[in-house]
């Protein structure tokens, strides 16, 4: 800003100045915006995809249609309550408080309703709507025909209120942290559904909601079908509560503005989030190398260790060591698959050392397949019948006897099916793999092949198609996913047991029936019930120990490796805390470890540096959606320029 000082004796004389001063002060005020713009008051996030967003036009918010989904949460979701995974205490957000009734609801909840009051603060989805109980309603809802029941009655009291009342045996209190947040947390999910713009969607499942509680398969998998193809009227701003919302969308880049209405605003100290789409790992490592990324972390890439290990110095790395990673899915159509001596001798085959190697620093061996993982939270539930499973160890002997007492034939080197058909294997990967994974992938391939058995992989990351695969069994016979991660207070069956065994995608097309050999039925559904809503201690204890055995003999999953987490922070663009605060570990909550996202940029742990920062455009395109700056030379230009003219203002009225 230029001041002006002037004697009131002199003020008339050079008034014509003053309004020529005036005129200009836009022009400075200008470069100087422009000279900030590129500052670190922007958070920059890196994201590999072969399958990039190309314009707002073409953008379906629908995250169940191709939308963001929850790589994003956090960002552009709000959580309407965090865990605080380092001692499991709940950290309100878009809810202000709740409370559970009746009063002696831990005595009598197996026998009563509980009732769950959550009421609101105030908060706004991005087109200025207010969020409401409604929308708590509506997102309850989509969760719940993607899930299984029983299914809660929900009653919206007032716009801030809504109470959940959970039938009889559902909500135990002898894992409090899980209950709580499934009660008042969504699951982990934040709040993804606008009453307003799915209301024609929702008004149908509401209409249908004692059919749905009974369990009336062709309503939900007709409501699935429904919520995939589901278009919201707009605008776009209206499907996001979250910091920020999609702001523009260019073939390179997502760029996400700052939502004034979101409750936590004021403390949201990033004015703008830049999302780069990467089109290819290689990409995305020289723009990671070059300085272009503010926060890195596996919800949007996989980071090989090389990368790791030849990062600038002002990169700060944090591990975070993981109870999960990746694991192979048995499809149950494939006949061959459905015979458990086949998926045993596989299990045998694999070298999981070797895939682990692979793979990098960040992934280490899994112990024992579906064991319980020697991980601190978990440490509890390793019984002596848990530590002594079978740790399926590489034996390429053991492997050839069960194929053959399954009635497969081994011929040139070419394993043989009981029909006589070729034995093949093809593998879906439903994410795009970094190089870490990639490696993994291409070691499980070699590793079969060399055995006899010919293996190929196929990366398909649209999601409609996944979905459809899934709900046909078919193009497939294996597929690559994550497995494990974290529950407060217990294992976390949850991806192997429930969600791609049926609930909502039954990528295993299995039943969830063990018969163990000495005649035991174990109902995978019914233990995980109890592994998340126990009776008692001991109930809890059973039922994790008795998974354990059922998953590792059965085999519908093989768990292949550990995955450690890692964060990589640009120490030029934010301030985040250091490597061994609690904060590090939200990365075991919300679905992609996004709680970090909101926690870190709504309660200042992560902060802008006030510094300038240039970040070089993308390198796929020469296309860059950043606000322009101007060079110091340009604003010494237009200081010359404005001397000029002050000077030639002068000069004619002095003349006059």
């Known amino acids: 800003m230029i001041r002006i000082n002037m004697n009131t004796h002199i003020l008339l004389k050079y008034a014509t100045l003053g309004i020529i001063l005036i005129l200009l002060i836009p022009m400075i005020n200008s470069a100087t915006v422009f000279a900030s713009s590129s500052s670190s008051n922007t958070l920059y996030i890196g994201w590999v995809t072969s399958h990039p967003y190309t314009s707002l036009s073409t953008f379906n918010p629908n995250l169940f249609d191709g939308g963001m989904g929850g790589s994003f949460y956090g960002l552009i979701y709000s959580y309407t309550a965090l865990l605080n995974v380092s001692d499991n205490g709940i950290i309100p957000c878009l809810i202000s408080n709740w409370s559970i009734s009746p009063a002696n609801w831990e005595q009598v909840w197996q026998n009563e309703t509980v009732n769950v009051t959550i009421t609101l603060r105030n908060s706004g989805w991005a087109n200025g709507a207010p969020v409401t109980a409604n929308d708590i309603l509506a997102t309850c809802l989509i969760l719940d025909i993607l899930g299984a029941p029983p299914f809660p009655n929900y009653t919206v009291v007032n716009n801030h209120t809504i109470v959940i009342s959970h039938p009889p045996g559902t909500m135990s209190p002898y894992l409090l942290p899980f209950t709580e947040i499934c009660a008042i947390g969504l699951g982990e999910v934040a709040l993804i559904t606008s009453y307003q713009e799915y209301k024609p969607l929702v008004q149908q499942i509401e209409n249908n909601w004692i059919a749905l509680q ?77 300085g272009q990324v503010s926060i890195e972390y596996s919800a949007f890439m996989s980071l090989p260790s090389t990368l790791i290990s030849s990062l600038p110095s002002y990169y700060r790395v944090v591990n975070i060591p993981n109870p999960g990673g990746w694991a192979l899915y048995f499809n149950f159509k494939d006949p061959w698959l459905a015979m458990l001596p086949v998926r045993q001798a596989i299990a045998y085959v694999l070298n999981r050392t070797s895939i682990a190697l692979a793979g990098g620093s960040k992934y280490s061996p899994v112990a024992i397949p579906n064991g319980i993982p020697n991980f601190t939270y978990y440490r509890q539930y390793i019984t002596p019948a848990v530590a002594n499973l079978n740790p399926y160890l590489t034996n390429l002997q053991e492997a050839t006897k069960l194929l053959e007492s399954a009635g497969f034939t081994l011929k040139n ?42 293996t190929t992989y196929y990366i398909e990351t649209v999601g409609k ?14 597929a690559f996913n994550a497995w494990g991660g974290y529950y407060p207070v217990t294992v976390d069956w949850y991806l192997e047991a429930m969600y791609f065994n049926g609930v909502p995608y039954n990528v295993t097309q299995w039943d969830g029936i063990v018969k163990a050999p000495n005649g035991t039925i174990y109902n995978i559904s019914k233990l995980y019930g109890e592994t998340v809503a126990p009776n008692s201690t001991s109930q809890l204890t059973s039922a994790n120990d008795e998974m354990a055995y059922a998953l590792n003999y059965y085999l519908p999953a093989l768990p292949l490796v550990l995955q450690s987490q890692q964060i990589i922070v640009n120490t030029k663009d934010l301030v985040a805390p250091p490597s061994n605060s609690w904060f590090w570990e939200e990365y075991f909550y919300g679905i992609g470890g996004t709680a970090i996202n909101q926690l870190g940029i709504t309660a200042d742990y992560m902060q802008p540096i006030s510094i300038i920062t240039t970040h070089p455009p993308v390198t796929t395109t020469t296309t860059t959606t950043h606000p322009p700056s101007i060079s110091a030379a340009a604003i010494a230009g237009i200081v010359i320029v404005v001397i000029i003219i002050v000077a030639a203002a002068i000069f004619f009225l002095r003349r006059r």
Do not use: M
Not at 236 to 264: C, H, M, R, W
Not at 279 to 285: G, I, K, L, R
């Open 214 to 290: 009974h369990d009336n398969k062709t309503l939900i998998n007709q409501f699935r079908k429904e919520l995939h193809s589901y278009t919201p009227s707009g605008p776009l701003s209206a499907n996001y509560n979250g910091p920020y919302y999609v702001a523009q969308i260019t073939p390179s880049e997502i760029i996400l503005d700052k939502n004034p209405y979101y409750f936590a605003a004021n403390n949201v100290k990033f004015n703008q989030v830049v999302i780069y789409q990467y089109s290819s790992s290689s990409t995305a490592e020289s723009g990671i190398l070059s």
């Open 413 to 454: 080197g070419q394993w043989y099916a009981p029909n006589g058909s070729p034995f093949t294997l093809n593998i879906i990967v439903t994410n795009t793999p970094g190089p870490g994974e990639t490696n993994i992938l291409n070691t499980i391939k070699d590793e079969l092949s060399s055995f006899g058995i010919p």
């Open 465 to 478: 198609v996944q979905l459809q695969d899934w709900a046909t069994g078919d193009n497939y016979d294996i």
